[in-house]
């Protein structure tokens, strides 16, 4: 993590927002909670997990698509969902619409 010194201009700040550091840190931060689940749609559960998979190697962030029993928002149930009767959290549903193909044969994703 870097540190700023000095004062900050409106085009460094907009630069800050969008750095990969930043980005994994608050990501990470947001689906540690439960709760925060009911507020991540699927769509952008896909553009994480993305994000996590094009990283820079230089940067060495925690992928929370590798363990997501750590990273419990992803394990937020989902009800009066009309895909059957197995997805039931954010994480199976993802992995779903990924991978049917390897979800019906029983196989992980």
Do not use: C
Not at 43 to 51: G, M, R, T
Not at 76 to 89: M, Q
């Amino acid at each position: 993590m870097s540190t700023i010194i000095g004062k900050v201009t409106g085009d460094q700040t907009a630069q800050l927002m969008w750095e990969d550091s930043l980005i994994d840190k608050e990501s990470r931060r947001f689906l540690k909670r439960k709760e925060n689940g009911k507020f991540l749609p699927i769509d952008i559960v896909a553009h994480l997990e993305f994000f996590y998979n094009t990283l820079l190697m230089s940067h060495e962030g925690v992928n929370p698509f590798k363990r997501p029993q750590i990273y419990e928002a992803l394990n937020f149930p989902i009800f009066n969902v009309k895909l059957g009767t197995a997805p039931k959290t954010l994480m199976d549903i993802h992995r779903q619409l990924l991978y049917p193909i390897l979800i019906e044969n029983g196989e992980e994703g």
